[in-house]
């Protein structure tokens, strides 16, 4: 089944204690992206990628790091946590580098920062 | 800067009523526009999307949306409104143009109810 996975899908941590969230894809798509969903502000891209190796950053990048070392996966890293982050996660993935391209979701990941 | 609005928060409909939900856009080049639905606790789903030719887009379940470049707005519409039609919805945008980047701006969100 094709699909974009996330994990954990719910994590409760403290202020300052890294933490990675996965997100892997089984569509051989070269676009991959993150974004925070929060109420009344929608979806913010925090950054995307349109490559292995290639990444860039999105609206609301500060206190992010991502990384592509493969097709597949797109970590999403935060090394010192703060409850401003606490917030509803998204991946997302898309066929090929085209701004007209569908991006297809995966689940979430519900953060919380204590 | 490219930008979204979806002007309500929530849009109440009766069931078998027409519905619509409204968004306009910002951008300075093409809009590439489209919309997803969000059900509880689920990832956004892709409903239909706008990037040239006929300004009237039919997507997924029975939505269609309709492009009205003059007014830069994009709005969602189905003719009978079903329960299982209450979920969240977000518009989103790219720009087009040439030298544009490839970030998706997303509108804040509009929830559909519809009461049986």
């Known amino acids: 089944e094709a699909q974009v996975t996330q994990n954990p899908r719910y994590l409760i941590t403290v202020t300052g204690k890294k933490l990675t969230v996965t997100c892997s894809q089984n569509?051989?798509?070269?676009?991959m992206s993150w974004y925070r969903q929060d109420p009344g502000l929608g979806l913010r891209q925090i950054y995307y990628?349109?490559?292995?190796?290639?990444?860039d950053k999105g609206d609301v990048p500060e206190g992010y790091k991502v990384s592509r070392k493969e097709k597949r996966n797109f970590p999403l890293i935060l090394e010192s946590p703060s409850p401003n982050q606490t917030s509803l996660y998204f991946c997302?993935?898309?066929?090929?580098?085209?701004?007209?391209?569908?991006?297809?979701f995966g689940p979430g990941t519900r953060l919380t920062v204590l | 800067a490219q930008s979204v609005a979806q002007p309500e928060d929530q849009v109440n409909v009766a069931e078998g009523n027409p519905l619509t939900v409204k968004c306009t856009y910002s951008v300075s080049g093409n809009p590439y526009l489209f919309w997803y639905v969000q059900y509880p606790n689920r990832g956004l789903q892709f409903l239909l999307k706008y990037i040239t030719g006929d300004n009237l887009v039919k997507g997924s379940y029975g939505f269609e949306a309709e492009f009205n470049k003059s007014q830069t707005s994009f709005h969602l519409k189905k003719p009978s409104a079903l329960v299982s039609d209450s979920a969240l919805y977000f518009c989103?945008?790219?720009?087009?143009?040439?030298?544009?980047?490839?970030?998706?701006?997303f509108g804040g969100g509009t929830r559909l109810m519809v009461k049986p």
């Open positions: 997302a993935s898309s066929l090929v580098r085209g701004r007209t391209d569908t991006q297809y």
């Open positions: 569509m051989n798509h070269e676009y």
């Open positions: 989103a945008v790219r720009d087009g143009g040439r030298n544009a980047g490839n970030m998706l701006t």
């Open positions: 990628s349109m490559n292995v190796e290639v990444t």
